[in-house]
């Protein structure tokens, strides 16, 4: 456009001093040098600043590195290079067999540790009857105890009645004897053998009733004895309880890390079969059924492109980017497809260039070095994405973004980019390498 104004501008001029003979003079000659070079220095300052175009365009998806989670060999492959695959579907297959050995292995334990948990239950339901059933024990060996010691009572109390029943017997006894001696026409015979009757009567008492104290006392130490017995297995009884709660616990505790093992092992297995993880296709797929995988960043089994989100990374000078905002339109010619015009929309300027980062050293910035090459990035992206996904990573070629000002020069821009879309058929579009 800048050489159509050229053009415009020398046909004036020739106009003015060949057609019309108009005769030249030096303030004449400076007044239209001055005139051309501020309509046309003008209207380049307007141009670029509200229709930046550049060359610099790059077309740029999210790859991913396929490396293995688990290592292998591979079984089966599924995928081919550079053909287009949906997200979940199926890329290879490494061997599953030792990973499925695991997973057999590791169920086996969990269902023995299982049935070790229900055992071990079992075992402290058991504990806790005997435990209960020692408790019973307890309290009818102190209801014994208590028993026991009320007999006792009753044949010390038996006993003293006895003995109080003896003194008297004696005391009788006595004054019968001592009435005889004074006068025995004063008593019978009959009434003294009487009273010595009692008396004996009641010596034999006193010594029934001080057996049935021996016997009544022996029955309450064996009483004694037998609780003390009781206390000693409820006190076994209640520590097999709590052993077979502790053995309930170790029990349980081992099935929850053994279940976690199981969905490390099944995580393991599943992770055999390698899926695409978005839309796609795969590239530097190297992979044949036997190529050993470890899982390592550097033993990739290939490279995924990501289709489904595909913008374009252009590049301008940061003067020109004063105008533009997110949302401005944007008209982009690529490389590998001539005649085609594209139309995108401005997702964000980058407001940050590598020049201005500095890493962390012991070396002291070298001055003459610092400095940047005043660009900065802008990414795009396109208007239907159906078209975008259909094309091709890494393609080089030219953008111009219309802003919300300086709407007359748009022609500008507009016109270069279509010149540039049909310039494709003839032009190479490869770019000089940097000196």
Known sequence: MIAFLVVVYTAVVLVLFKVLRIKPTAYLIASIILAGVLMIGGVVVVWTQSAPITEKLVTSQYVVQLVPYVKGQVKTVHAQPNQPMKKGDVLLQIDPAPYQYTVNQVEAQLNAAKANVKQTEAGLEAANANAQKA????AQAQAAVDQANAAVANAQATLAKAKAADELAKTQEQIALNIQRQDAAAISQLNVAKARQERQEADAAVQQAEAGVTQAQAAARQAVSGLAVSRSALQQAEAAAQQATFAVQVAQSNVPAIEAQLDDARFNLAQCTMTAPTDGYVVNWMVQVGTMLVPMPLAAAGTFVNTSDIAVAAVFPQNWLANVR???????????YPGRL????????????????????GTIPNAARVGSDGLYAVR????????ARTLSIGSGGSAVIYTK?????????KVAIRMKKWLLYVLPSVEKPPS
């Open 342 to 361: 594209f139309l995108g929309t401005v997702d964000y300027v980058i407001p940050a260039t590598g020049g201005g980062q500095f890493t962390t050293s």
């Open 326 to 336: 997110p949302g401005d339109d944007v008209e982009m010619v690529l490389d590998p």
């Open 135 to 138: 408790r019973d024990g307890v």
């Open 380 to 387: 795009i992206n396109f208007s239907d994405a159906a078209v």
């Open 405 to 413: 000002a300086g709407r007359p020069t748009h022609i500008i821009s």
